[in-house]
């Protein structure tokens, strides 16, 4: 199957920071999201982002599909900002229609 | 609804014991999946609707695990005889597209169950 590797694993900054996580995966897909899990445990979606580049307040994504990669870019971090954020992409073609595989994700920490 | 929604939000049950996990989608998703997030394993597919069939049950880890979705709308995961390593958060989503891929999956909060 598609291997999802997302970098850094852990990642501790202060507030007001900036970072750029990142998402490589072995194949093509055509799903690519973001998500930030909250510390009750919810996937929240962020960005639904298979190619391109979208921006939503201090966060944005880009994903280069040739490359099979995707970035994303958080600015002006807020200690609300912490938790763990997955990678997660759908291969293309075959019959996988909505299946995601997930990256282990990043840990992020953001000190006050 | 506004979300998906999911019950029980915490579940202990003893070792052996049945356990269902009910999940009710957005409303007009007709694509509902199951994912499990365990410790040690990450997040990991179970199953996947399309309307009120299961073209991919490649995830389910054994035979105890079944699921059904009636009406094209809620899904229950059931899990018989559980097992201690049957601990894990269950998590459902949807999605609005039908048979299509490549569109946004929202997910519940999860169950959290756990099997003592």
């Known amino acids: 199957g598609i291997q999802v590797e997302q970098s850094p694993p852990d990642l501790i900054l202060q507030e007001g920071a900036n970072s750029t996580l990142r998402c490589n995966f072995s194949d093509s897909v055509n799903n690519l999201q973001w998500f930030h899990q909250n510390p009750w445990g919810q996937l929240i979606n962020l960005f639904y982002?298979?190619?391109g580049t979208k921006q939503n307040g201090r966060l944005s994504a880009t994903t280069v599909a040739t490359e099979r990669y995707s970035l994303l870019y958080i600015s002006s971090s807020q200690t609300t900002d912490s938790g763990v954020y997955f990678c997660a992409v759908e291969r293309a073609g075959g019959t996988s229609y909505g299946k995601l595989t997930f990256g282990q994700g990043t840990i992020l920490t953001v000190h006050p | 609804g506004a979300g998906v929604s999911q019950s029980p939000s915490n579940k202990v049950t003893e070792k052996g014991k049945d356990v269902e996990l009910r999940c009710d989608p957005i409303?007009?998703?007709?694509?509902l999946y199951w994912y499990r997030q365990s410790l040690g394993q990450g997040l990991e597919f179970l199953i996947y609707?399309?309307?009120?069939?299961?073209?991919?049950k490649s995830g389910l880890p054994s035979d105890r695990f079944s699921a059904e979705r009636t009406g094209g709308s809620v899904s229950t995961l059931t899990i018989q005889r559980t097992q201690q390593e049957d601990s894990a958060v269950y998590l459902c989503a949807s999605s609005v597209r039908q048979g299509l891929s490549g569109n946004t999956i929202y997910f519940g909060e999860g169950s959290w169950l756990t099997v003592v």
């Open positions: 982002i298979p190619s």
């Open positions: 409303s007009g998703h007709t694509a």
């Open positions: 609707f399309q309307g009120n069939s299961a073209p991919d």
